[in-house]
């Protein structure tokens, strides 16, 4: 290899070291410290191993001022700490404590004294040797501790005074198994996700099928329609479920109670299970809908003409030829929708009420007890049973072999009865979409939603609406903290995953293959696990407190950024792979430096798909909750977790009018996104050179 090829190859190697370090320390690293954070268990030290630390600490003083010291302490034990002692040195001579440990301590104390007699001589001298050590194991380790601390190590003297260590084990996820509280909620949890799965897989087929079947009226508008709540926060839908169906609804109240008197609003409403598995079910439709969809519509349909002409019935077709055909998209459906309700903890928080999951169980530890180890546990938990039902389903389907070329979908007519129901199921999903916007939108100028419907601008102001109310948020102002935070992401996401996609198709190699491989693992990753990652990960970066990035905006841009990157990454790959690379070879032929060829020729052929990336970490950036929920520091206020805690503490108004101008946002950057590509400059508006791969 020639000097100057070398020498050119410089840049490429140190851009693939770069992207290297950045995935691995932004998305590898946070993993694996939750799953290593899950297994570390601190609890107290054994008292025999107690008793040998204390010993070990004892020796550090001088030999006469020693035994001084014990003798001291140990005459002025109090009788229960006697009996302490005298329960822990039986402990340590394997001899069993015989007395009800929880009885009162004067029973106990005789009892003690009992036990302690009974022994053989020999094993009653042993153990009162022991007295004076055991009582200072369990009484004087602190001042102990203190008197040698310049003789310990941090870890040794931290452990002498806590009487606690930490040790690997399988404690916090036996936790989930052995605690009731913890039982019912992991039952509750894969109730509801089983349940919401088979409705919105249902429901997501029909319209794809629909769709792309000519089964739907106005089809290209009825896939827009159902794509909106893609581009709103999670909880939207249980806020509108709330102010609709919920105690004071404007249906169950309003309409049913105090105009019909059918029912009691208190009693009768949208709260607990069934609440909850309508706000899945309508958030996570849209989801399921872009696979099946994406599957649906590039399913050839001559196979089904092919059997229609063979003699086959629709519902023959549809059971032998399209169903089959269908499966591996059904399967990732089934997967994702499985996942995001096991993960999903801010509608069961809204509106789920009494009704305890195993995330709502993770989202309490964590913020009242910031226990790392047992939320990372959970959160493991929470995946294990999506990835399981996959690494089944996949098993039971291995062996078949399914292979469509990319055509246009079947033209055979779909049967009148079931295009109109087909139209009516859609278009009737698309309408309660636009209901629960209309409600978002009009409960965000109503003063107190069901007891004062007067208008008032005032929750998109720092003025209060509602007098006297105490809340921490004011007006719509975390929107643009969280466009900020998003907009800063987003641009740095589409350009690092535009040099990665580069490279990974024009400088082949494991390395540059292991690197795109790893800005994938977010997507199959829900964002409450990628979230935690983050605490452990940055809190104390090797060990450096200083260096922690827990609570700022750095750490909310960097999750942002490298957890929704990945559509970045694919999108230029695929891009890239349509894109002929004698161009950027004819470049480097006229002497065009690596940075020259990639920003003059590789970045404006490849827009498009930075464009599609960056715009997807802004939408999620603005919209995303579960991974930033726990980061946000207390001087920080992202819309999203904002519109949760005003939803959940029924302070509607705001979260309504946060949620509509997060709605408003995003519509108009991707109308402004649209316009530039229409009406941009020369280079944004020129075709893109390349041919069909």
């Known amino acids: 290899m020639t000097r100057a090829r070398l020498l050119g190859r410089i840049p490429a190697l140190s851009a693939l070291l770069i992207a290297g370090l950045l995935v691995t320390v932004f998305i590898a690293v946070p993993i694996g410290a939750m799953l290593i954070r899950s297994a570390v268990v601190a609890g107290p030290v054994p008292v025999a191993e107690l008793k040998a630390m204390t010993e070990d600490a004892l020796a550090f003083l001088p030999e006469e001022k020693r035994a001084e010291r014990i003798a001291a302490w140990y005459a002025r034990a109090k009788p229960r700490e006697r009996m302490e002692a005298i329960a822990a040195s039986l402990t340590i001579h394997d001899h069993p404590v015989g007395w009800d440990r929880k009885a009162a301590f004067d029973r106990q104390i005789e009892a003690a004294e009992a036990a302690l007699a009974a022994l053989e001589p020999a094993a009653r001298s ?62 509750n949890s894969l109730i509801l996700a089983t349940v919401t799965t088979a409705l919105t897989l249902s429901l ?85 809908f872009i696979v099946l969809d994406n599957v649906l519509s590039k399913s050839d349909g001559r196979l089904e003409e092919a059997a229609a002409a063979h003699g086959a019935s629709a519902w023959q077709i549809f059971t032998r030829v399209t169903l089959p055909m269908a499966q591996p998209g059904l399967l990732r459906a089934a997967t994702l929708i499985f996942l995001f309700a096991m993960t999903d903890f801010g509608n069961p928080q809204v509106i789920g009420k009494d009704m305890p999951v195993l995330a709502g169980v993770l989202y309490d530890e964590m913020v009242g007890f910031h226990n790392t180890s047992l939320s990372s546990a959970i959160a493991v938990w929470l995946i294990v049973p999506a990835l399981s039902i996959a690494l089944l389903l996949g098993r039971i389907g291995r ?117 795109a491989l790893v800005t994938l693992v977010p997507a199959i990753l829900p964002g409450v696990v990628f979230g935690i990652g983050y605490i452990v990960a940055f809190n104390a970066p090797f060990g450096i407190a200083a260096l922690s990035l827990n609570g700022t905006h750095t750490i909310l841009v960097l999750n942002i950024l490298f957890g929704n990157m990945f559509v970045g990454v694919l999108a230029a790959r695929a891009m890239l792979r349509r894109l002929d690379p ?42 995303t909750f579960s991974a930033v929920v726990f980061l946000q520091g207390p001087d920080i206020d992202l819309a999203s977790v904002e519109i949760f805690h005003a939803a959940n503490v029924s302070y509607y108004g705001v979260a309504c009018a946060m949620s509509v101008t997060i709605l408003l946002v995003v519509l108009t950057v991707m109308a402004a996104q649209a316009l530039i590509e229409r009406l941009g400059p020369r280079w944004a508006r020129a075709p893109a050179l390349g041919r069909q791969a």
């Open 126 to 187: 042993a153990v009162e040797a022991d007295l004076p050590i055991a009582y200072v194991t369990l009484f004087k380790r602190v001042p102990l501790a203190f008197m040698v601390k310049d003789a310990l190590d941090e870890a040794g003297f931290d452990a002498l005074r806590s009487g606690e260590a930490t040790r690997w084990g399988w404690d916090h996820y036996l936790r989930v198994v052995t605690e009731q509280r913890m039982r019912n909620a992991a039952l």
């Open 582 to 623: 004698s161009v950027e070879e004819a470049a480097e032929s006229l002497g065009a430096g690596l940075v020259t060829r990639f920003t003059r020729i590789t970045l404006p052929m490849m827009r498009r798909a930075a464009i599609l990336g960056g715009l997807y970490v802004l939408i999620d950036g603005m919209c």
């Open 204 to 288: 997501a087929f029909a319209i794809a099928y629909g769709i792309n079947r000519g089964g739907v009226w106005r089809a290209e508008a009825a896939r827009i329609g159902v794509l909106v709540p893609l581009v709103s926060p999670p909880v939207v839908v249980a806020t509108a479920a709330i102010l609709l169906l919920g105690r004071n609804g404007i249906v169950t109240k309003g309409v049913l109670d105090d105009g019909l008197g059918l029912i009691d609003a208190g009693v009768s409403n949208l709260y607990g299970f069934s609440g909850v598995l309508v706000a899945q079910v309508l958030s996570f439709l849209p989801a399921a």
């Open 399 to 515: 062996r078949k072999r399914f292979d469509s070329a990319d055509q246009a979908p079947s033209a055979l007519p779909v049967p009148r009865g079931l295009r109109r129901g087909l139209t009516a199921l859609t278009w009737g999903v698309i309408g309660i979409t636009v209901v629960i916007y209309g409600t978002i939108l009009a409960g965000s100028f109503v003063k107190v939603w069901g007891q004062d419907w007067a208008f008032t601008p005032h929750h998109y102001t720092s003025v209060d609406a509602v007098p006297g109310f105490v809340s921490s948020v004011v007006g719509i102002t975390p929107v643009w903290t969280s466009l900020m935070v998003a907009g800063i992401a987003a641009p740095l996401g589409a350009l690092i995953a535009v040099v990665i996609a580069w490279l990974a198709e024009r400088r082949r190699g494991v390395a540059a293959e292991s690197v």
